[in-house]
Structure formats: structure tokens, C-alpha cells
């Protein structure tokens, strides 16, 4: 009997820790997420609205407040904090314009003690209106590695989500 409850348990193992290697692989690749919105607000509304600390917590979900780390506003090499509410607690993380041309795109890079990541939001005259599209590169790291096949839909659903509030935000504005 103990040595039947032995071999399970050594079963159990080699099963878990298989399980956790093949999750660190899948955790290791880039993970990426895109989404699309057409608006009938301008490219330059747009612009304003995703580059300007105080607009984007009235549309990213769960971005409770953006603090510019550096002088001079929105522009190449510009430092912010951003911190998000989950469940109650606070996350914190680090977010560096990497590239941007007024009222076309915004490139960010964006570091955590969970994962990297670089967003480029464009913004496109399109069919007589304007079409916003996000595009969101992730690479987990640590413990988190082993989640991020689970999160990569949820992280879908935001990214999809967050563009949608900031379209309804861009068209309430303009009534």
C-alpha cells in the first residue's frame, strides 16, 4: 500500500513538472494582441486622447491614474507611471514613449515585474472616417510565465475593450 501511494505521488510530480516546463515554454514566447475601432472623432481627438495622462484612465480599464515621470509632456523618451486597480490591489508599471508622430501614432514600452511590453496605437484616416488600431506585444517574465497561457485571452478582451470605451468616449465627447 505505501508503496503504491509512493509511486503516485512520484507520478504526480514528474506529471506536474512536466506541466510546468511545457508552461514555461508556451509562457515564453511573445504573446500578441490586436484590435480595430472605427470613430468619427478626428485623428487629432484621438492623439489627444491616448497621449494625455489625465484622458487615459477615463478609458483603459483598470488604469486608475498615469503620473508623468518626466518634464515637457508627451514626446519621444517621455517617462510615466501607471498604476492599475485590480481586485483592489495596485499594480505598478513603467511606460516610455518610444516613437510617435502627432495625430498618426503612439509607440510606448511598457515594463513591469511581470512581463515587457510594446503598444502602438495608430490612428488612420480610412472610408471617410477614422479607424484606431492597437497593437500590443507581450513577453512575460518570472512566475507569470507560467499564467500567461491562461491570460492571453482575458489581455485580449482588454485590449479589444479599452479601444471600444475610448471610442464611446471620443463620440460622447463630440455630441
Do not use: C
Not at 99 to 116: G, K, L, R, Y
Not at 117 to 123: E, K, P, Q, V
Request: charged content about 25%; cysteine-free; proline content about 3%.
Amino acid at each position: 500500500m505505501v508503496k503504491r501511494i509512493l509511486q503516485f505521488v512520484g507520478i504526480l510530480l514528474a506529471v506536474l513538472l512536466v506541466a510546468s516546463g511545457v508552461l514555461w515554454v508556451m509562457g515564453g514566447k511573445t504573446f500578441i494582441h490586436q484590435a480595430q475601432v472605427p470613430t468619427s472623432a478626428t485623428p487629432a481627438e484621438v492623439f489627444t486622447h491616448v497621449t494625455q495622462s489625465e484622458l487615459i484612465p477615463q478609458w483603459a480599464d483598470k488604469v486608475s491614474r498615469v503620473e508623468p515621470l518626466t518634464e515637457g509632456g508627451h514626446k519621444v523618451g517621455a517617462k510615466a507611471k501607471i498604476v492599475v486597480v485590480e481586485n483592489g490591489k495596485e499594480f505598478v508599471f513603467y511606460d516610455e514613449v518610444t516613437a510617435s508622430e502627432q495625430d498618426q501614432f503612439v509607440a510606448t514600452h511598457i515594463t513591469s515585474d511581470m512581463f515587457t511590453a510594446d503598444n502602438r496605437i495608430t490612428i488612420n484616416e480610412e472610408n471617410g472616417g477614422v479607424l484606431v488600431r492597437s497593437n500590443l506585444a507581450v513577453k512575460y517574465s518570472g512566475v507569470w510565465r507560467l499564467l500567461a497561457p491562461f491570460m492571453e485571452g482575458a489581455v485580449q478582451e482588454k485590449v479589444e475593450g479599452d479601444l471600444e470605451r475610448l471610442k464611446k468616449l471620443l463620440e460622447k465627447t463630440a455630441e
